[in-house]
Nanobody, 128 residues
Framework: QVQLVESGGGLVQPGGSQRISCAASGGPRRTSIMAWFRQAPGKERHFVAAVRWSSGLTRYADSVKGRFTISRDNAKNTMYLRMNNLESEDTAVYYC?????????????????????WGQGTQVTVSS
């Protein structure tokens, strides 16, 4: 049974930083691609960032480029999202997603249907 467990959410002031984590367990092998999506109140879920586990290739949504950094720790099978210069518009539930399938094209990294496993989400609130 594959499990993705997010942690590290909370309340942060505008302009501040936060790091959230996603620990993966129970898979038949190492994940192929992992990603972060987020869903703001009353809105649809959107892509934030993704990383190919073997190569380390990353992709970001335009709204977070230059402020967010996605990374992974192979030994811990854990993915991170470092968020800097946070804005109120970053307030959302952040979901971790993973797939064990292999994809050649990089455009699939931002597509929700690429991922068959999802975490429960962690709330990040940016407010003074």
């Amino acid at each position: 049974q594959v499990q993705l467990v997010e942690s590290g959410g909370g309340l942060v002031q505008p302009g501040g930083s936060q790091r959230i984590s996603c620990a993966a367990s129970g898979g038949p092998r190492r994940t192929s691609i992992m990603a972060w999506f987020r869903q703001a109140p009353g809105k649809e879920r959107h892509f934030v960032a993704a990383v190919r586990w073997s190569s380390g290739l990353t992709r970001y949504a335009d709204s977070v480029k230059g402020r967010f950094t996605i990374s992974r720790d192979n030994a811990k099978n854990t993915m991170y999202l470092r968020m800097n210069n946070l804005e109120s518009e970053d307030t959302a539930v952040y979901y971790c997603a993973a797939t064990f399938r292999s994809f050649f094209d990089d455009f699939v990294l931002s597509e929700e249907n690429t991922y068959e496993f999802w975490g429960q989400g962690t709330q990040v609130t940016v407010s003074s």
